[in-house]
């Protein structure tokens, strides 16, 4: 493991190898290594490749960088996600530019099933301020994850506003896990990664360099399932970030402000141009993006009074109902039950319609 994981990360440092390339080669050899391992002459001929990069392939030698990098990732117990990894977020792979690895520091699920990404600029006015926050209260009895920048501004506020309403928060960082990008944002990172986490696909050592930025803002877009603009100029980077959403498919919405306020130019072009719908409050956001159902506990509950339901698959019931969701991971360490016997009570559930299996291993109370 730790032998495929140093090549794949040496994959991501060769030189004009990024990770259209990398994925497309990692689906033909199987593997990082043997890509190193592969014969000039096949890669020369591999579409896409030709002879200059599979002549970067051939000569990179600086794998004591990928070990250092193994060593920082097992010092601070940070996660690497590969797109097979079933951790890596699902919702990225249909992003045709998907990062190749992703490092992660949190305990929230990746793959979580409702996920909206909530950006803005850096200098946000007292309006942005207010909307960010009621907005973000909106989706706290829904159980929205909430993605942003960490960025000064809107970002930083998206973020806290998911800690206050209890909602979970990623931060996509522009750079490497060993540094936190404002500085004055390290004690919201800091709880963030206890209720949420913080995730790039820059390694260890990466500088929050300008054309770092919108690599990230690739990320933000592509890993949520809606992206709201808050406030932002026509030049602004959430420009691009909202242009990147429209390009991967996904839905985006912007607050309109006032046609004389710099701060609100960029989202009443959006909504002008129809590259974003036009929402006032967080209602709004949660009935077109179908979250707005009734809460599914009851439902539940209702079903467990003419069911006859083991002690296992009670007790599994209330573990998911807690949180409205859970993966395995979180229902098995819960449980003085074999591995089995959870699989099997588990398997009861979901065919008599009390519980479901969503992308990722994640399971829900019908």
């Given at each position: 493991?730790?032998?495929?994981?140093?090549?794949?990360?040496?994959?991501?440092?060769?030189?004009?190898?990024?990770?259209?390339?990398?994925?497309?080669?990692?689906?033909?050899?199987?593997?990082?290594?043997?890509?190193?391992?592969?014969?000039?002459?096949?890669?020369?001929?591999?579409?896409?490749?030709?002879?200059?990069?599979?002549?970067?392939?051939?000569?990179?030698?600086?794998?004591?960088?990928?070990?250092?990098?193994?060593?920082?990732?097992?010092?601070?117990?940070?996660?690497?996600?590969?797109?097979?990894?079933?951790?890596?977020?699902k919702r990225l792979l249909h992003c045709y530019d998907a990062p190749s690895l992703l490092y992660y520091k949190g305990n929230a699920d990746l793959n979580h099933h409702k996920i909206m990404a909530v950006i803005g600029t850096r200098s946000h006015t007292d309006y942005g301020k207010e909307m960010t926050g009621k907005i973000i209260e909106d989706m706290a009895s829904h159980h929205v994850l909430v993605v942003s920048g960490l960025a000064y501004g809107i970002d930083a506020l998206a973020h806290k506003a998911a800690l206050k309403n209890k909602l979970l928060t990623i931060g996509v960082l522009a750079?490497?896990?060993?540094?936190?990008?404002?500085?004055?944002?390290?004690?919201?990172?800091?709880?963030?990664?206890?209720?949420?986490?913080?995730?790039?696909?820059?390694?260890?050592?990466?500088?929050?360099?300008?054309?770092?930025?919108?690599?990230?803002?690739?990320?933000?877009?592509?890993?949520?399932?809606?992206?709201?603009?808050?406030?932002?100029?026509?030049?602004?980077?959430?420009?691009?970030?909202?242009?990147?959403?429209?390009?991967?498919?996904?839905?985006?919405?912007?607050?309109?402000?006032?046609?004389?306020?710099?701060?609100?130019?960029?989202?009443?072009?959006?909504?002008?141009?129809?590259?974003?719908?036009?929402?006032?409050?967080?209602?709004?956001?949660?009935?077109?993006?179908?979250?707005?159902?009734?809460?599914?506990?009851?439902?539940?509950?209702?079903?467990?009074?003419?069911?006859?339901?083991?002690?296992?698959?009670?007790?599994?019931?209330?573990?998911?109902?807690?949180?409205?969701?859970?993966?395995?991971?979180?229902?098995?360490?819960?449980?003085?039950?074999?591995?089995?016997?959870?699989?099997?009570?588990?398997?009861?559930?979901?065919?008599?319609?009390?519980?479901?299996?969503?992308?990722?291993?994640?399971?829900?109370?019908?």
């Amino acid at each position: 493991m730790h032998s495929d994981l140093l090549y794949h990360i040496a994959l991501t440092m060769v030189p004009q190898i990024g990770d259209v390339h990398a994925k497309e080669l990692l689906q033909h050899f199987g593997d990082a290594e043997k890509i190193f391992a592969a014969r000039k002459s096949s890669l020369d001929k591999f579409p896409g490749i030709g002879t200059i990069r599979s002549e970067s392939i051939k000569t990179f030698s600086n794998f004591q960088r990928a070990e250092e990098e193994l060593r920082f990732i097992e010092r601070y117990n940070i996660t690497v996600l590969r797109q097979t990894d079933a951790g890596y977020p699902k919702r990225l792979l249909h992003c045709y530019d998907a990062p190749s690895l992703l490092y992660y520091k949190g305990n929230a699920d990746l793959n979580h099933h409702k996920i909206m990404a909530v950006i803005g600029t850096r200098s946000h006015t007292d309006y942005g301020k207010e909307m960010t926050g009621k907005i973000i209260e909106d989706m706290a009895s829904h159980h929205v994850l909430v993605v942003s920048g960490l960025a000064y501004g809107i970002d930083a506020l998206a973020h806290k506003a998911a800690l206050k309403n209890k909602l979970l928060t990623i931060g996509v960082l522009a750079h490497g896990l060993d540094r936190i990008y404002p500085s004055a944002n390290k004690t919201l990172a800091k709880e963030m990664t206890t209720h949420g986490g913080l995730l790039t696909d820059f390694m260890s050592g990466a500088k929050p360099d300008k054309q770092n930025f919108p690599k990230r803002n690739r990320i933000v877009a592509g890993m949520a399932d809606a992206t709201l603009v808050i406030e932002t100029q026509v030049n602004g980077g959430s420009m691009i970030t909202a242009e990147l959403a429209n390009n991967y498919n996904k839905d985006v919405f912007a607050l309109p402000g006032k046609t004389t306020d710099v701060k609100s130019a960029g989202c009443n072009y959006l909504i002008r141009s129809n590259k974003a719908a036009l929402i006032t409050s967080g209602k709004e956001l949660l009935d077109f993006m179908n979250w707005s159902e009734a809460p599914v506990k009851k439902k539940a509950i209702q079903k467990e009074l003419f069911l006859e339901l083991t002690a296992e698959e009670k007790m599994i019931m209330k573990i998911i109902g807690e949180k409205e969701t859970a993966s395995i991971d979180e229902i098995t360490p819960r449980c003085n039950f074999s591995s089995s016997t959870i699989a099997a009570a588990m398997l009861n559930l979901e065919l008599q319609g009390i519980i479901t299996c969503l992308p990722g291993k994640i399971y829900k109370l019908l």
